[in-house]
């Protein structure tokens, strides 16, 4: 079969490899849709010593896939060949102090998909038969490649503590904080304010359902005080893992407000904490997700959530080496860009 795998830092490659064939309890699905995730991007960019590169992780990344059950091993139930799926990539042990406390996105032992084991930038890949979760119909199939992302974003919003009616101001309009916005509102946000430096992501978010999008070269936090007639905001989300978003977070916050981190901080940086202290603030870390998961899929499948407006275009297997070297400079619109392994 072809899959495209990273050879080096700043280069993947399409290779032809083995049909890899499931063992007892898996299965092998046949990919459909797989979502470029920025973290992929990231590991592709990045000069820092590479997991890949040591073979600690597989060289076939993907963790936001759909597919059809292609081949059953032994002693799976519940599923059937030719079941329209979404994959969990977790692939938490189950048996760890974290997993038996339903924290499985923190579990030290995950074999996740696209990371331990191969992902979904292949034709077919084989994962657990517990990661595949059913979709109703194959329509779903191209939607719900953004469950994982959206899963993602509700965990964000949830380890905020939303409140109904609260003020959700998101750092940074890339596919997770544009998802975030959709997630603020599911959950019940009264206002939702994005910060986005490029006019294209400000318009996007504005289309999602935002009620504002300011441009933070304009100081996002005091364009947030402005909207809040001088509170801030109730939770802040940082969904772009630099100084000054999160700066951004902590200015926009109120008194006793809330900040999540989600975006992968790729740098330390200096903050002054004393406002934290004094303004009791509070700041949360958000990592993968766990009920949310089943949340995301079902609110995709059910129709309550809509996808589309996110994914900008579908590319083949074989364009994906040259659309990772063009996102990998320029990340545009804020879509999601899907490779479809099936042509
Ligand atoms: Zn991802
Ligand atoms: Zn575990």
């Known amino acids: 079969m072809k899959a495209v795998a990273f050879a080096a830092p700043g280069r993947m490659e399409l290779r032809d490899v083995p049909d890899p064939q499931p063992g007892p309890g898996e299965v092998a699905v046949a990919v459909r849709y797989c979502g470029i995730c ?3 991007l990231h590991e592709y960019t990045s000069q820092a010593p590479s997991l ?12 936001e896939f759909t597919g059809i059950v292609a081949a059953l091993g032994p002693y799976v139930d519940g599923l059937a060949a030719g079941d329209p799926v979404v994959v969990h990539p977790g692939g938490a042990c189950g048996g760890c102090w974290h997993c038996r406390r339903g924290l499985a996105n923190l579990c030290a ?71 975030s916005v959709l997630a603020a509102q599911r959950k019940g946000a009264g206002m939702v304010i994005v910060s986005e430096p490029a006019a294209p992501r400000r318009e996007l978010a ?13 100081s996002a936090s005091l364009q947030v ?9 109730d939770l802040a989300v940082e969904a772009a893992g630099i100084a000054a978003t999160m700066d951004d977070c902590l200015a926009a916050a109120r008194r006793g407000g809330r900040i999540v981190v989600a975006g992968a901080f790729e740098q330390p940086y200096p903050v002054n904490l004393l406002n934290l202290l004094v303004q009791e603030q509070s700041i949360a870390g958000t990592f993968g997700y766990t009920s949310e998961f089943r949340e ?20 083949p297997l074989a364009e994906l080496p040259a659309v990772f070297e063009q996102l990998a400079t320029d990340r545009g619109s804020g879509h999601k860009v899907l490779v479809a392994p099936g042509g």
């Open 109 to 179: 032992e995950q074999m996740g998909t696209g990371y331990r084991r191969p992902g979904g930038y292949a034709e077919r890949t084989v994962v657990r038969a517990d990661q595949a979760l059913r979709l109703p119909h194959e329509s779903w199939l191209k939607p719900a490649a953004l469950t994982e992302p959206f899963a993602v974003a509700l965990r964000a919003v949830n380890r905020g503590a939303l409140g109904a009616g609260e003020t959700v101001f998101v750092a940074g309009g890339g596919p997770i904080g544009l998802l």
């Open 225 to 233: 005080r402005e909207i809040t007639h001088g509170l801030g905001c």
């Open 296 to 315: 995301a899929r079902d609110l995709i499948v059910s129709g309550a959530v809509d996808m589309a407006p996110l994914i900008s275009r579908t590319v």
């Open 38 to 40: 920025g973290s992929d």
């Open 52 to 63: 890949r590169a040591a073979g600690l992780f597989q060289p076939i990344m993907g963790h």
């Open 206 to 218: 504005l289309s999602l359902g935002a009620d504002f999008a300011v441009d933070p070269a304009q």
